[in-house]
C-alpha cells in the first residue's frame, strides 16, 4: 500500500527526493512518516505530515536540509533532502498511522541512500 522510491548514490551536499505513493486506499486522516536505519542502528525518526498536508514536522538532525511535502492528486509523500551528508547514509522507510495512534502500522519497502564520494 505503501511504495518508497528515489533513493540512490549521491555526493556530500546533493540531494535526492524521496517518494511515497499511497495504492490502494487513502489514508485520510492519517499520519505519514519518513523513518531512517543506518547499519549497525536502530531506526529513527525523520519527518512526518498530516495526509491532509498540514503540520509538517522533521527531526533535528535533519532540521534545515530535509522537508517534508504531500502531493494530494498523486497520493504521494515526499521527502526533498538537501546538503547531504555522510551520516544521512541509511534505508528510508515510510509508514503510515491513523492520528491518534502510537504506533505507525502501515509500512512501505525501504529505499537505500548512499552519500558517499
Known amino acids: 500500500q505503501l511504495q518508497a522510491s528515489g533513493g540512490g548514490l549521491v555526493q556530500p551536499g546533493g540531494s535526492l527526493r524521496l517518494s511515497c505513493t499511497a495504492s490502494?486506499?487513502?489514508?485520510?486522516?492519517?499520519?505519514m512518516g519518513w523513518f531512517r536505519q543506518a547499519p549497525g542502528k536502530e531506526r529513527e525518526f525523520v519527518a512526518i505530515i498530516l495526509w491532509s498536508g498540514g503540520d509538517p514536522r522533521v527531526a533535528d538532525s535533519v532540521k534545515g536540509r530535509f522537508t517534508i511535502s504531500r502531493d494530494k492528486p498523486k497520493n504521494t509523500v515526499y521527502l526533498q533532502m538537501n546538503s547531504l551528508k555522510p551520516e544521512d547514509t541509511a534505508v528510508y522507510y515510510c509508514?503510515?498511522?491513523?492520528?491518534?495512534?502510537?504506533?505507525?502500522?502501515?509500512w512501505g519497502q525501504g529505499t537505500q541512500v548512499t552519500v558517499s564520494s
Open positions: 490502494a486506499r487513502t489514508f485520510n486522516n492519517y499520519v
Open positions: 509508514a503510515a498511522k491513523p492520528k491518534g495512534a502510537e504506533r505507525f502500522g502501515s
